[in-house]
């Protein structure tokens, strides 16, 4: 527990994640496109024991591993690697995505956990639980793409966020462009306005 301690205030004072992070990061993503892409496509498939088993273990593995990385997480900067102090506005949003993020991904295997329980058991509100399960994943859609989209984002503009997770296509300076500048006025109004209701 001390060497993790030791080796997020190192992270801390590099202005980058640990190595931990950037693996668990990184190795989550195949985990979580199969997850995605190996659905149960009709109930029945759950009558089948050695389906069943292989599920549940699938969604404990996946959340054990959401888990460890919120709780690793939790207390690193939100936006470490900036080059420069971000409104309160721009950390407000991307606290919002990282939560959402976190939450749909919890959701995703708990309630996956819980149509597998009801289906085997055979009690009803298997609907209610697939409708929050289908849910949960569309919500990951929209705010894994969010992520992604502004991480993009904040790599064109030369934040400096990119290179504290991303190990590679560096980024080397700050875009001072004149579209980078009209954007960065947009967001700041943007931001104001998000100060207003927060504060």
């Keep these: 527990m001390y060497q993790i301690k030791l080796e997020m205030k190192i992270a801390f004072m590099t202005n980058t994640h640990t190595f931990l992070a950037k693996l668990i990061h990184w190795t989550f993503i ?19 024991e050695s389906f069943l088993n292989f599920e549940i273990l699938f969604a404990i593995v996946f959340l054990i591993i959401v888990l460890f990385r919120y709780f690793y997480m939790k207390d690193t900067p939100t936006l470490l690697g ?5 409104p309160k506005g721009h950390l407000f949003i991307a606290k919002t995505v990282h939560r959402l993020v976190y939450f749909s991904l919890i959701m995703l295997p708990t309630t996956g956990l819980l149509i597998a329980a009801l289906v085997s058991l055979d009690i009803k509100g298997v609907e209610i639980a697939v409708s929050i399960h289908e849910l949960s994943a569309d919500l990951s859609y929209v ?20 290179n504290a997770m991303v190990p590679i296509w560096k980024e080397t300076e700050k875009n001072n462009s004149t579209l980078v500048s009209k954007l960065e006025n947009l967001e700041h109004k943007v931001y104001e306005k998000i100060e207003k209701v927060i504060d």
């Design 30 to 48: 195949p985990l979580y496109a199969y997850g995605i892409f190996k659905q149960v496509d009709d109930l029945n498939q759950l009558k089948d």
């Design 82 to 86: 900036a080059h420069n102090e971000l």
């Design 143 to 162: 705010v894994i793409a969010l992520h992604v989209g502004a991480t993009l984002y904040s790599r064109f503009k030369g934040e400096g966020l990119w």
